[in-house]
């Protein structure tokens, strides 16, 4: 596909539980952004790509969070032992440049999380 | 490191116009402007770079000063298709990008 692919686009887990959501960038895109978006809220930066490497973690929430990238490709983001405040829609972007100043930030629909 | 968007929220009848504005505490590369719709993804509007540039695209148009580290974005004449969250990106460090917390806006007919 053309745009930013994330799976599933829905996921329903029980406390305490692991969840991974997976990001496929647009082809040739060397940057990837993580971001969170709670109901009516803005978008919280998580982490950053470059590449497979990740020069910016300080968005990272906790230690139950992680997140990588390979093949300088796919991206996953881990949330291990989900608490109910971990719910919330997961958006990844990515953009072309190696720097994203001048380079637009592509979205993809994102991957709703619901922690019960 | 996060901008600081107002106003938080807008109320408009269709053609009055809407002025959003974005500061930062620190030096700018550049400002992202993007549009979110209910349920949907955020969608790339523009990008201004240090020089006090101003762009337009229809009859949204912004600028940016990086000496008062802020840009504002101006909604001329605005439409209903105008209704939604627009957040402001700030690029700090030319690597990653930070968002204000939106501003909601709702065009009336």
């Known amino acids: 596909g053309a745009g930013v692919s994330q799976s599933p686009s829905n996921k329903v887990t029980e406390k305490g539980k692991d969840v991974e959501l997976r990001c496929d960038p647009i082809s040739g895109h060397t940057a990837l952004y993580w971001y969170r978006q709670s109901l009516g809220q803005g978008l919280e930066f998580l982490i950053y790509?470059?590449?497979?490497?990740?020069?910016?973690k300080s968005g990272l929430p906790s230690d139950r969070f992680s997140a990588e990238r390979t093949g300088g490709s796919v991206s996953t983001l881990t949330i291990q032992r989900t608490q109910q405040e971990d719910s919330a829609v997961y958006l990844c972007?990515?953009?072309?440049?190696?720097?994203?100043?001048?380079?637009?930030?592509?979205f993809g629909n994102g991957t709703r999380l619901t922690v019960t | 490191q996060q901008p600081v968007q107002s106003p938080q929220a807008v109320i408009l009848r269709e053609g009055e116009d809407a002025v959003i504005n974005c500061s930062s505490s620190?030096?700018?590369?550049?400002v992202h402007w993007y549009r979110q719709k209910h349920g949907e993804a955020p969608i790339f509007l523009m990008i201004?770079?240090?020089?006090?540039e101003q762009k337009g695209h229809d009859k949204i148009s912004a600028s940016f000063n990086e000496k008062k580290q802020q840009s504002s974005l101006y909604l001329t004449a605005s439409q209903l298709s105008y209704s939604g969250t627009y957040f402001c990106g700030t690029v700090i460090n030319n690597n990653d990008m930070r968002f204000g917390a939106g501003t909601r806006l709702t065009v009336k007919p």
């Open positions: 201004l770079l240090k020089g006090g």
């Open positions: 620190k030096a700018l590369y550049s």
């Open positions: 790509f470059q590449g497979n490497s990740a020069p910016d």
């Open positions: 972007a990515s953009s072309f440049s190696s720097g994203s100043y001048n380079s637009p930030l592509h």
